[in-house]
Every structure is written in C-alpha cells, then in structure tokens.
C-alpha cells in the first residue's frame, strides 16, 4: 500500500508483488521442523505438547514441507545440531511432500557425517515420490534404513515403545 501510495500504482504494485516474493522464499529456505515426543502411544511436536516425552538418547524430527534446494541447508544444520549425544536421528518423512535432487544429495551427505560420528539415521513414513527421488541418488545405504512408522522405528533402534 505505501509503495502505491509514494509511487502510483503500477510501480507499487511491483514492488508489493517483489516484497511477496522475498517473503515467500525467506519462509520457505526455513521450514518448521519438530521435535517428536510420545504422548497416548502418538508421536507429537514437543514444543506444542508440554507431556510429550523424547525416547532416551534418539532425536525424532518431522520436517513439515518439501526439501529442497532452498532449505537444504538449513534442515541440515537443524540435523547435526540435534544429534549431538544421541546414537540414532530418525526423520519422520510423512509430511515431506517432495524432495528434489539437491535435497536428496544432502541427505546422503548427512547420513554419511552422522554415521562417522557414531549416529545412525533412520526415515520413517516416507511418501512414494520421496523414496523414488531418495532411491535414485543415495549412494549411502543409510538412506535405505527405511520403516513404515515412527514407533517401528524407534523399535529398531532400541528405543522403548510404549
């Protein structure tokens, strides 16, 4: 409105929609990505559930919306900072609608870092297209460790189901 109002129309007009644009991209190279805890026998954010309860020593991450060249980097750094002191990182993928090459190259990059740290990564409730991209790149046969659920995958890596 103001760029109408200081420069007419048709020049604030453009600016409105370049300012939609920056705003757009800045929201989505930073997607929302969760902490899982157990509450009732259902994996929930624990920042919006003050009863959820992590399993000891696994990160369980929900990263809500597509990975891809933009975010890439920051679902990474979000990544390896959650896995400090943990021995597994798994990555609930059910709300990951997309993922493109980038994306999925930097995931094989990360299971690789993980596991010379000693951390395995695991993905849970990955969708069709998302295996599809994950299975024609990924070298790292970590990406293949693979479960239809969050709690078979908690299961698998020791972790208490309740």
Sequence with gaps: MLGVLVFDTLPGLFIGIAISLLLLLY?????????????????VDTARSADATPP????????????????????RARVLASAEGVHTVILDA???????????QMLDQLA??????GVRLMIARDVGL????LDRVASD??????????????AEAGGIVR
Aim: proline content about 3%; aromatic content about 6%; glycine content about 6%.
């Design 112 to 117: 690789g870092d993980l596991r010379r740290r």
């Design 56 to 75: 000891d020593d696994i990160v369980i991450l929900r990263v809500e919306g597509g990975l891809y060249f933009a975010n890439a980097d920051a679902v």
């Design 27 to 43: 929201r989505a190279s930073r997607p929302y990505i969760a902490t899982l805890g157990l509450v009732n026998g259902v994996y």
């Design 130 to 133: 998302v295996r599809d991209v």
């Design 141 to 154: 046969s970590a990406l293949h460790d693979v479960h239809p659920s969050v709690r078979a995958a908690v």
């Design 94 to 104: 059910e709300t990951v609608a997309f993922v493109d090459v980038t994306a999925a």
